[in-house]
């Protein structure tokens, strides 16, 4: 009991400083996630050390990131992959090409092993859905051509990325071989597509599953018992636990009843994603960030991060003209939940050491702060800017589907 | 990661168990709650052993059992508890006396140390509202005026069940010494009477602090960081954690928001009791009820538990007539939950053993088991009683609260 009052006093701790952190940084028009992660430093051994990690902190950290991925994939459309077409997939794929190679890169001067190489690249190339798609929500931009490239874009580079973070488990895991690489690819892929393909399907021929009333009110308990399900799995065959959560939220989410589901996974996710951002905050080694020559590292790997992401993205728009190109490029720098919890699992399976942690946060966190205060003038630059060009802007007529949101494959 | 794997799959496992036991339960038409239990059972330890009792899992049950008593909490009105008036007052003591004296008093007959006789007496005698309020839902009897003697007399025993188990486990801890005794008791009096009158002014007066749209959209996250911070001292005072969670619930339920934040708690506990249900079956030893001592001391405390709950309630609802007593007696059987509660809590810290925790759930089941097939009949005989005698049945022209329950302070 006492030890059970310990732990409840811990949660309630991060709890609370992060709910306080988060409402300053809304308040000071910065992204919340932000200041949840660094009620966690302060909070954490850092500096005040009211929080410790222990496993059942670090158990409520994994449920959080679980249940966030999967609200995100519940949030995540499997037609949007395909609609937004061309363009979304040219941002989505050369805004994480350019990254990887970067950090790669960059790995590669710095005379890193392959395996911490591998990781950096991983960490630079995810670019956040949840703080991109929060900004646009609050600017009244996710419903513009822009909007969606970014919305598709940043789905197919975090499926790209869990790709990438799934090579670079096995690879942590000590399967330097390229055979047991590509069968690791193979069946990430194939674990992929089955679920996917497979379990949209089935969903939409029998929605008994999840939506017969005499199995339950709505389709949130066995839509997490599926989240728990698969995120087991795919940590069992060698895949992040998050992968297998992501792909159940986007199962799920094909289901007919999207809308009562987001709204009790909403609640959830709000109880235990601060628990996920604050133990992020709390590993952080202020100590560690003293140092100068770390603080050359997060200079570099911020600029490489910015840079690449940025050039990418907007080389992949450049078709949509100048000002929507730079939107886009700008609104996939934030890197977020994606780069810190593949830093995190490196960290984690000893991949990466503490340093090169504490950069890649610092790097999430810097990506993340810069973005918001360029974004509303941009975003009224390529408005401006498509209404003078033919093909651009919100394209009348076409059909608005369940969510409200254009079904435009003109892009 | 591994080990993350493992507990998701763990998890995962004992939801997926749950809610089948829950389903197959509503369809034979007995309380869910039980087949969650007997899930439990089935793949935990006892039976096929793919649920294991660690750090995690217990800390998942943990907080199911802190949201349970927490969202119970929510649906409990304080002024209920002044309004349903003497009757429900002393269905509720006197439901509490007779068991309380049963259990003791069979303890006292088998030879047990006053530990264990404390609390085999505090998990005979509280009520499960949860199991009762969940019925009678089913009947549509809860604003019936035996609907609300139940409701009422239901909370009252549980908070006199609370102050007994901050009694039990200040015994259990070893202080014996009656002044200290007397002093938890008076800290544990002045803890909740502050918690509750000043809690619900300082809601009443300064409503910001839930419902203002600038610190929080709802008063959800507000509600479960007051829900943790309340248990942890609960815990750090000598009280059981739940007790907090329940007082939180308690005060956070005065919030003008209410209707808000219980449909945010719903999937939240919804996500989180099965962990609590499951594990507590996890825990019983089935080879332990091989025993033919065990199934006769269970058939004593299951008889005992019947015997003196409905007598006591019966007794202190007489006023009301023959029919509407019998109703409330035998809607005030059930156990479920907090028997359960106190039995694990004692389990627990070591003041009573396996044989004695095993017992006491297989009665608190076979109470939550043979109330349900009755009490349709049992509603029906009061009902055409209380239409015969003058004063009786829901009363007309009574102000409707907020709830649509009647404010009627007649009985």
């Known amino acids: 009991m006492d030890h059970i009052g310990d732990v409840l006093g811990q949660l309630f701790i991060l709890l609370l400083a992060a709910k306080i952190g988060d409402e300053i940084f809304k308040r000071i028009g910065q992204p ?12 954490g ?39 937004v077409g061309p363009t979304a997939l040219a941002v989505g794929a050369l805004g994480v090409i350019l990254p990887f190679a970067g950090g790669f890169g960059l790995a590669e001067i710095l005379g890193s092993p392959l395996v911490v190489a591998v990781f950096l690249a991983a960490a630079l190339t995810a670019t956040s859905v949840g703080i991109t ?4 929500r609050d600017l009244g931009a996710l419903r513009t051509r822009s909007g969606r490239v970014i919305l598709g874009a940043a789905v197919i580079d975090d499926v790209l990325a869990m790709l990438i973070l799934a090579f670079a488990s096995g690879l942590a895991a000590g399967s330097v071989s390229l055979d047991r690489i590509a069968l690791l690819v193979v069946v990430a892929v194939v674990f992929i597509g089955i679920v996917l393909v497979g379990g949209t399907r089935i969903l939409a021929r029998r929605r ?16 997490v018992i599926i989240m728990l399900g698969l995120a087991a799995l795919s940590s069992l065959i060698g895949l992040a636990a998050i992968i297998g959560a992501f792909l159940a ?36 080694d202020l100590a560690g960030l003293a140092n100068v020559g770390t603080l050359a590292l997060v200079g570099g790997v911020t600029l490489i991060a910015v840079a690449t992401k940025f050039i990418g993205a907007f080389v992949g728009a450049i078709r949509l003209g100048r000002a929507e190109a730079t939107l886009i490029g700008w609104g996939m720098v934030p890197r977020g939940e994606v780069g810190i919890v593949v830093a ?14 504490t950069v890649v946060v610092a790097m999430a966190i810097l990506t993340t ?5 360029l974004l509303p003038a941009l975003v ?32």
């Open 344 to 357: 995190g699992l490196g960290l984690q399976i000893g991949a990466i050491d503490g340093q090169l942690y």
């Open 208 to 223: 008994s599953i999840l939506t017969d009333p005499k199995f339950a009110e709505t389709p949130f308990l066995p839509g």
């Open 45 to 83: 051994p850092a500096v005040l050390g009211w929080y410790q990690i222990n496993a059942e902190t670090m158990l409520f950290a994994e449920i959080g990131v679980v249940l966030l991925l999967f609200q995100v994939g519940v949030e995540t459309r499997l037609h949007d992959l395909v609609r």
């Open 249 to 284: 939220g986007m199962v799920v989410g094909e289901s007919s009843e999207r809308h009562a589901l987001e709204s009790e996974v909403a609640p959830v996710a709000a109880f235990f994603t601060p628990f996920f951002f604050g133990f992020i905050g709390a590993q952080v």
């Open 380 to 411: 009224r630059h390529a408005e401006r800017d498509s209404e003078r060009m033919p093909g651009g802007g919100p394209t009348p007529g076409v059909e608005d589907d369940d969510d409200g949101r254009r079904a435009d494959t003109s892009v």
């Open 369 to 373: 702060l810069i973005v918001p205060p």
């Open 133 to 136: 798609s929060g900004v646009l």
């Open 32 to 43: 919340p996630v932000v200041g949840e992660i660094l009620a966690g430093v302060i909070v």
